[in-house]
């Protein structure tokens, strides 16, 4: 119940921060991620691709009218796309590449052509082609695919033998530094066969990076969560948008598909550690990845939005799906980026790690209270108290150790100093030292606090007795309860003062002071039903005063572990 509790609770936040969780166990799990695989368009980048320029093929930068004058050059940009302008050209339809394309041109062909055949962009084999009713195809996609294929280029509309292909080349690599996408274009008279093209121009485009971009990726790194980026862009561009948001380091690894399939799984494992860019890829090289990552015994994240990337998002052990992607990739994510922002999915991570440690604080009270409980149980028969505590009070207690604890510490503030912490093991216990050190600290000083009350002379000359003990074993069951209480505090924090952050948890304060207001009504109108027969308001200060002893007895638990160094429970 208290799972579910902290899962439902915590989920709601998130959709205030832009994350819509699909799959309640999917919050938790990405609290552990080791890596996370993100897409470069839309998740670190604003998504708005943007012609910057355009060079022809003598590499000269085009202005408007040099474009209307190239008939050439126009029917390889209108015929070529699925984009195009409705009666007031405004651009409808296609991908963003070829909106923004058409949308920095915006200019109406007068000649219209019939297309004769067509080849839609495909990601292996980075182009794609249109054959117009004038026997000319035209071509566009990535460089090192086309340029290598061409013969001549296009000047002033007539062609000449290609002999600056070294120059080009540098201008390319010189824009991709840059963090600039580039489009080349071709075309060639005849056959469609990729060979003897005639270089057209080049294309430059850019999608700006979030302004939160750095923030995001600082955070998800200070959680100690690697980030490898994936992107269908050229190898310079990657990584230049790599290091520009700080990703990439100046001695870390890039590699295109091409490199990474010659790869084996093993020499990709080994180098998981050193890889933070994964250029010109493929859907198929995402799967791999993310197989590859698990196999190695690490949790991973992946990010995506089309449909080819439903099979990595499915297979991650936590998909982050964007909220502008498609369906099916919604379908197969466990969390839903409805901002597409990569900070976004930093605030998972945190809600992720707040769960898991909600969970703990949980454990720890509830175990003290039971333990506690079941050794007075054992003990107080030989102490000649075979009920200590009766079947309703105990009824009482499990509403107070259940249900309203459960509430109370499922409202837990995510802090970012969890950002700051190693991401939990794979196969680590959900009890680790420190629990285990407050939970037996807790349960026996409890445990022995209870029956000093019950053995002690000194007792029974402060508070009354009573027929049957029952003013003392009023004063006993209210002792129990406001130790419990007071333990909550302890448990719900590593730190010294016991009231750090607790503002931030309105839920807690409420259900406590529930608690305390049920239990005292209880210890003067709970009669024969729950064994209750009042307290002197002194014998009431005295259980209070008591029950208090459990803070200095965990101050001092704490101040010994923290000059130990023992990690918290954390």
């Known amino acids: 119940m208290m799972i579910t509790l902290v899962l439902s609770s915590n989920m709601k936040r998130m959709l205030k921060n832009n994350v819509l969780v699909r799959k309640l166990v999917g919050i938790e799990t990405a609290g552990n991620?080791?890596?996370?695989?993100?897409?470069?368009?839309?998740?670190?980048?604003?998504?708005?691709?943007?012609?910057?320029?355009?060079?022809?093929?003598?590499?000269?930068?085009l202005v408007k009218n040099d474009i209307l004058k190239d008939k050439f050059y126009l029917d390889a940009l209108y015929y070529n796309t699925d984009s195009k302008y409705d009666n007031k050209m405004n651009v409808l339809g296609g991908n963003s590449t070829d909106r923004s394309i058409l949308k920095y041109l915006n200019y109406d062909i007068k000649i219209k052509r019939s297309i004769v055949n067509q080849k839609h962009f495909d990601s292996n084999t980075k182009y794609s082609s249109?054959?117009?009713?004038?026997?000319?195809?035209?071509?566009?996609?990535?460089?090192?695919?086309?340029?290598?294929?061409?013969?001549?280029?296009?000047k002033d509309?007539?062609?000449?033998?290609?002999?600056?292909?070294?120059?080009?080349?540098?201008?390319?690599?010189?824009?991709?530094?840059?963090?600039?996408?580039?489009?080349?274009?071709?075309y060639k008279r005849g056959d469609s066969n990729l060979s003897d093209l005639v270089f057209m121009g080049l294309i430059y485009l850019k999608d700006e990076l979030r302004e939160e971009a750095k923030d995001g990726i600082n955070l998800i790194k200070k959680a100690g969560v690697k980030v490898i980026m994936i992107t269908g862009d050229s190898k310079e561009t990657a990584i230049s948008i790599a290091k520009e948001v700080g990703i990439m380091g100046d001695n870390d690894l890039a590699l295109t598909s091409a490199e990474m399939r010659k790869m084996n799984d093993v020499t990709l494992k080994s180098k998981l550690g050193s890889i933070k860019v994964i250029a010109r890829a493929l859907p198929d090289d995402k799967s791999r990845l993310v197989r590859v990552i698990e196999e190695a015994g690490l949790i991973v994240g992946m990010t995506g939005d089309g449909v080819n990337d439903a099979p990595a998002l499915k297979k991650a052990n936590v998909g982050f799906a964007m909220g502008s992607g498609t369906e099916v990739s919604k379908e197969a994510s466990d969390i839903v980026i409805l901002d597409n922002n990569i900070l976004s999915?930093?605030?998972?991570?945190?809600?992720?790690?707040?769960?898991?440690?909600?969970?703990?604080?949980?454990i720890i009270y509830q175990l003290s209270v039971n333990i506690c409980a079941v050794l007075l149980s054992i003990i107080g028969p030989f102490i000649g108290y075979p009920s200590p505590i009766?079947?309703?009070?105990?009824?009482?207690?499990?509403?107070?150790?259940?249900?309203?604890?459960?509430?109370?510490?499922?409202?837990?503030?995510?802090?970012?100093?969890?950002?700051?912490?190693?991401?939990?093991?794979?196969?680590?216990?959900?009890?680790?030292?420190?629990?285990?050190?407050e939970i037996i600290t807790t349960a026996i000083y409890s445990a022995t606090l209870c029956i000093l009350f019950l053995k002690l002379p000194i007792v029974r000359?402060?508070?009354?007795?009573?027929?049957?003990?029952?003013?003392?074993?009023?004063?006993?069951?209210?002792?129990?309860?406001?130790?419990g209480?007071?333990?909550?505090?302890?448990?719900?924090?590593?730190?010294?003062?016991?009231?750090?952050?607790?503002?931030?948890?309105k839920i807690f304060i409420i259900v406590i002071t529930f608690i305390i207001t049920v239990q005292i009504y209880l210890i003067y109108f709970g009669g024969d039903l729950f064994q209750t027969y009042g307290l002197t308001p002194k014998e009431l200060i005295l259980i209070l005063l008591i029950a208090l002893t459990v803070f200095p007895i965990d101050f001092l638990r704490k101040l010994i572990l923290k000059k130990k160094n023992l990690k918290r429970m954390v």
């Not at 070294?166 to 963090?179: H, W, Y």
């Not at 333990?487 to 931030?504: C, G, P």
Request: charged letters at 20%; hydrophobic letters at 45%.
């Open 33 to 61: 991620i080791n890596i996370l695989l993100t897409d470069k368009t839309g998740t670190l980048t604003k998504g708005k691709l943007e012609v910057i320029n355009i060079l022809n093929g003598s590499l000269d930068s």
């Open 130 to 154: 249109v054959t117009l009713n004038n026997n000319i195809t035209y071509f566009k996609g990535a460089s090192e695919i086309l340029l290598s294929k061409c013969s001549k280029y296009l």
């Open 157 to 186: 509309n007539k062609e000449y033998k290609l002999d600056n292909l070294d120059k080009i080349n540098l201008e390319i690599n010189r824009a991709t530094s840059k963090g600039i996408r580039v489009i080349m274009m071709a």
């Open 345 to 362: 999915i930093s605030k998972a991570i945190l809600y992720g790690r707040t769960i898991f440690k909600s969970i703990r604080k949980f």
């Open 390 to 437: 009766t079947i309703v009070q105990m009824l009482w207690l499990n509403m107070i150790m259940d249900t309203f604890a459960a509430l109370a510490f499922s409202f837990e503030p995510p802090l970012l100093e969890y950002m700051e912490e190693e991401p939990k093991k794979i196969n680590e216990p959900i009890i680790n030292s420190y629990m285990y050190n």
């Open 461 to 483: 000359t402060i508070f009354r007795i009573g027929d049957n003990n029952k003013y003392l074993m009023t004063a006993y069951f209210a002792l129990f309860i406001f130790i």
């Open 485 to 505: 209480i007071f333990n909550s505090f302890n448990a719900r924090t590593y730190r010294i003062n016991i009231f750090s952050n607790i503002l931030k948890n």
